[in-house]
């Protein structure tokens, strides 16, 4: 089934939102006050767990089935040389998550999360967005449906990552198309390139931003210019995921800005969003400060892949699991005094 059969169609699910239950998330407040604690001593998991709660719609939220998304893709914008690796390595890295010898496979497996890597015409690179737009409407829209395929109603948790040679390129262009400011602030080293790659880069993204200053500013329109198949497929998980109610843990810089055009638009779409942990990549913060998410985890992580989400999925099971099996005061007859 597809969740976006048009542009209309996916503009449409952007503008109407899904809210969480706000009775749940309240009775799971009043259950927090209630555990043999003091108030708020657990921080941010009893934040977690009310965001949860909210979202599942019962005072006590668990993690019967998670699920790690991982989308590659590949980028015409590379024969600039700004990545320090060829295209090739994208397949390569793919090979080896499939052989489960990535780190993501190593990471999920200990977070309980299954595993979906997809793919996205690996030997058909996007477009040089320099000079045209990375997709047409059809790829961009199918790459926004891929991404949303992988969103089933019964998922309690959706983890997204990526892999892609070039993709920090596209994913700076994204950010300073969907926010004011110049390029500079958004572009890092990505897998690594030094500062002449890093100027290198910069001049790209702003030739690409000049070549498409006269087109339109939609979400759709900024994915489909600039992005990748990968981003826009992670934009159409976090959108399917928002229709069904499934909160989404987002990976590093790379993947946070497949929500950047989407926010632009509607900045209430990273309500079900967490925020994993925040890359050494240096636009992840600035990012992250306007969508207006705080990473669980700093742990210097630029890996991408989903690695920095798989390893805060931890935490958002150690978050429900105190929630829902420390007792009450009342229960283990302590005083509520503590």
């Given amino acids: 089934m597809t969740s976006f059969a048009s542009v209309h169609a996916f503009e449409a699910a952007l503008a109407n939102l899904r809210d969480p239950d706000a009775g ?4 799971a407040r009043v259950r927090q006050g209630e555990l043999t604690k003091p108030a708020g001593s657990l921080g941010r998991l009893e934040d977690l767990a009310i965001f949860f709660a909210g979202w599942q719609g019962k005072a006590r939220p668990q993690i019967a089935r998670a699920r790690a998304a991982i989308f590659a893709g590949n980028h015409g914008v590379t024969v600039h040389g700004v990545s320090a690796f060829p295209p090739s390595v994208t397949a390569q890295m793919v090979a080896n998550f499939a052989n489960g010898g990535a780190a993501i496979n190593a990471l999920s497996g200990a977070a309980g999360l299954e595993l979906t890597v997809v793919a996205l015409d690996l030997d058909r690179p996007t477009a040089d967005f320099t000079v045209a737009a990375a997709m047409s409407e059809a790829d961009c829209l199918d790459a926004l449906n891929r991404g949303a ?41 990505g897998t690594g390139v030094d500062g002449h790659g890093v100027a290198r880069k910069i001049e790209v993204i702003e030739r ?10 939609s979400a759709f329109e900024t994915l489909r210019r600039v992005g990748g198949r990968e981003i826009a497929a992670i934009a159409g998980a976090i959108a399917r995921a928002r229709q069904l109610g499934v909160p989404v843990l987002l990976d590093g810089f790379i993947c946070t800005s497949a929500i950047a055009p989407l926010a632009a638009e509607n900045p209430a779409i990273a309500g079900h969003c967490i925020a994993g942990h925040c890359s050494a990549e240096p636009g992840h913060t600035r990012l992250l400060d306007l969508l207006g998410l705080v990473p669980l985890l700093s742990l210097d992580m630029r890996l991408g892949e989903g690695s920095g989400a798989a390893v805060a999925a931890n935490i958002v099971r150690s978050a ?8 009450t005061f009342a229960e283990a007859q302590v005083s509520a005094s503590l």
Avoid: K, Y
């Fill in 208 to 217: 690409a931003l000049a070549f498409h200053i006269d087109a339109p500013r």
């Fill in 24 to 27: 749940a998330a309240a009775d």
């Fill in 149 to 189: 395929a992988v969103v089933d109603a019964d998922l309690d948790l959706i983890v997204l990552g990526e892999m892609g040679i070039g993709n920090s390129t596209a994913a700076a262009a994204l950010c300073a198309r969907s926010f004011a400011g110049g390029v500079a602030g958004w572009v890092g080293p």
């Fill in 320 to 327: 429900l699991a105190a929630h829902d099996q420390m007792a």
